[in-house]
């Protein structure tokens, strides 16, 4: 819905732009163009960080419900790691031999 009333605005600022001011065609458009790439940039960012955070909650769910999960090269589970919501990390318990290996959970699977 967002979006829809940012492209609005868009059109309405081309409009301004077209009757209001002395700029040409190319100036005008290009105004426009580049508003229009920092809104499409914005919007990739917005889907890549809420798919990110999706992840990140899967893997944080799957793992307090006692699941293995594959991180890289080492297998994650409530025995050897704990889970640490700050850093969206897992912290090798002490006394075991992944001791204070920190890993990040955005490459486990």
Do not use: W
């Not at 809104?39 to 893997?59: A, C, K, S």
């Amino acid at each position: 819905m967002g979006y829809i009333l940012i492209a609005t605005i868009l059109v309405l600022l081309f409009a301004i732009l077209h009757f209001f001011t002395e700029l040409g065609n190319r100036e005008k458009i290009s105004i426009v163009s580049a508003l229009a790439f920092i809104v499409l940039f914005g919007y990739f960012y917005n889907v890549h960080t809420q798919n990110l955070r999706e992840h990140i909650i899967d893997i944080q769910v799957a793992f307090k419900q006692g699941k293995t999960l594959k991180c890289g090269k080492y297998d994650v589970n409530y025995t050897n790691f704990t889970y640490s919501v700050g850093t969206s990390t897992f912290i090798g318990k002490k006394d075991t031999p992944h001791y204070s290996k920190m890993i990040d959970s955005e490459i486990c699977q």
